[in-house]
């Protein structure tokens, strides 16, 4: 189900509603980009530590948005039978007031999507509102300072015509007397509203259906009767509540503390936090802190198959549809202690057609993903009793290891603990290259040269030395292999005593300082003894 500004506040309630009764929430999203090129060395690289990637991660979450945000709600019905509505919800960051959000565009992101049907008119016209507690703290300021200004282009052109034909209205209005201002949207409604009562002492403000705006002449007095109404639509807690847009559902789900299951869902949760809660901190242990405290409970799905994908002889897949076609496959619809996953009504379209890369059907599918993956720990763990009345509980208490577990893409651990200690990754031995007759060579070169054999990231060691880092055994030894004769390049494993350059000049500065030290014991002599 799409769902834009126009739709939102009608859909909160409902929401709200099926958010508290849900056991789980699927979480995908798309992004105006990835990575960005403008960065130096911003790549995920095998080099990283979890600290590094995070810092990474967020300067890219600072100059990219996010385009769409699908949420799939799962509800536990009886006999372990899941219902499932799945959103899509098409954002927009808010322009209201002095707010005005800068953010890059990737090209090769925006021909991703397009190349998936996305629709950027829905994005740029009916994206729906947002902003984290720093900002509504910022709004909040202006509206008690009652310094109110217009910050969106469109909306100034509309409030400057407003308020032309409101200034020649008035001169001869009666008290009493109103006019109707026509064809508005929701923002533009707000804005000429707060800019009118902050210019004219005299006009009162009422929205009216059809996006029209009544303005009515009266005395101060009355003027300060009708602000002290609780129905005056320009109240700071109104207006706050309508900026907010989506981050009101942010904090339903916040609030709701349900089990949050996403695929890869490190970028995702950066967003999350920059967009809806507050920027980004510095300290990756803050950022793991907060996160915790937001969402006690993660599942990532690509942690928990990458690990049970290890267990069967299931072929291998790159993204997370392959992932849900291989467990369908391999899993018995008509077994009754399979979980059984319908979508609602209005989420029925997936059913029968995939829509990869939109986000509200990726967010299905991590949620069903999740089901396949825990029903096969069970059934590899338990008895037949246990599984023909298995409950989303028991799923948890077979994810108990996963939990809180966020891959990371090609970096120095496998997954962020958002719960504990990152825990260390076993990788293959890190390899050194020497280079000899191979002059102003530098890392990418290298990384051409292996190319056509294996992927590697690499490092600069020294002016003719380089360190290779590979997640695969078999492209270590495979280049051990390949270049074991090389006249160029000398490529052998990394030992730390030898190849490092702080611990070379440790023992040249030892051996010097030894050298010496024997010279001046051979060239001083012993010392003669008195007579």
Not at 131 to 140: C, D, I, R, V
Not at 348 to 370: N, Q, T
Request: with cysteine; aromatic share 10%.
């Amino acid at each position: 189900m799409d769902v834009g500004a126009a739709d939102f506040a009608r859909c909160l309630p409902s929401l709200r509603d099926r958010v508290g009764r849900a056991a789980f929430l699927g979480l995908d999203m798309e992004f105006t980009g990835l990575h960005s090129v403008f960065l130096q060395n911003n790549q995920p690289s095998l080099f990283d530590s979890p600290a590094e990637r995070y810092q990474k991660v967020r300067q890219s979450v600072q100059r990219f948005t996010i385009t769409q945000l699908g949420l799939a709600i799962f509800s536990e019905e009886n006999s372990n039978k899941y219902v499932v509505h799945s959103y899509n919800f098409f954002l927009f960051p808010s322009t209201l007031g002095v707010m005005d959000a800068e953010f890059t565009l990737s090209a090769s992101s925006i021909q991703f999507l397009s190349h998936y049907g996305f629709d950027y008119n829905k994005f740029l016209k009916d994206g729906i509102p947002y902003m984290n507690e720093l900002q509504e703290k910022m709004l909040s300021q202006r509206l008690l300072e009652g310094s109110w200004k217009v910050c969106s282009a469109p909306n100034m052109n509309v409030v400057k015509k407003a308020i032309d034909e409101v200034t020649c209205w008035i001169a001869a209005a009666k008290e009493g007397d109103s006019m109707i201002l026509q064809d508005l949207s929701d923002s533009q409604m707000l804005d000429v509203q707060l800019v009118l009562r902050q210019a004219l002492p005299n006009v009162w403000t009422e929205p009216l259906g059809d996006n029209e705006v009544m303005v009515k002449k009266v005395s101060p007095q009355h003027r300060r009767l009708l602000e002290s109404s609780s129905h005056d639509s320009c109240q700071k807690e109104l207006i706050l509540t309508s900026a907010r847009g989506f981050t009101n559902l942010f904090q339903i789900i916040v609030k709701a503390k349900k089990p949050l299951v996403g695929h890869n869902m490190l970028m995702d949760l950066c967003h999350l936090h920059d967009k809806f809660y507050n920027p980004l901190p510095e300290s990756y242990e803050e950022f793991k802190k907060n996160i915790h405290h937001l969402f006690p409970v993660l599942i990532d799905t690509k942690t928990v198959t990458k690990s049970i994908w290890k267990n069967y002889q299931f072929p291998r897949v790159s993204n997370l549809l392959e992932v849900y076609e291989v467990l369908c496959s391999n899993l018995n619809p008509m077994d009754p202690s399979c979980p059984e996953i319908v979508l609602a009504r209005d989420s029925v379209r997936y059913a029968e057609k995939a829509a990869p890369h939109e986000a509200a059907y990726d967010a299905f599918l991590c949620g069903s993903v999740l089901l396949k993956a825990a029903h096969l720990l069970l059934c590899s763990l338990t008895d037949d009793a246990a599984k023909a009345n298995s409950s989303f509980s028991q799923y948890l208490t077979m994810l108990a290891e996963y939990l809180n577990k966020v891959n990371v893409i090609r970096g120095g651990v496998s997954s962020i603990n958002f719960s504990g200690e990152d825990a260390s990754c076993r990788y293959p031995p890190p390899l050194v290259v020497c280079v000899r007759g191979w002059p102003r060579l530098d890392e990418r070169q290298i990384y051409q040269e292996l190319q056509p054999l294996c992927r590697f990231d690499i490092r600069r060691l020294s002016e003719n030395q380089f360190i290779l880092l590979s997640n695969r055994f078999k492209h270590v030894i495979r280049v051990l292999r390949d270049y074991k004769n090389h006249p160029k390049l000398q490529i052998s494993v990394y030992r730390h005593w030898r190849h490092s350059p702080h611990v070379n000049c440790l023992l040249k500065v030892s051996g010097i300082v030894a050298l010496w030290s024997l010279l001046a014991f051979v060239l001083g002599g012993s010392p003669s003894r008195s007579p």
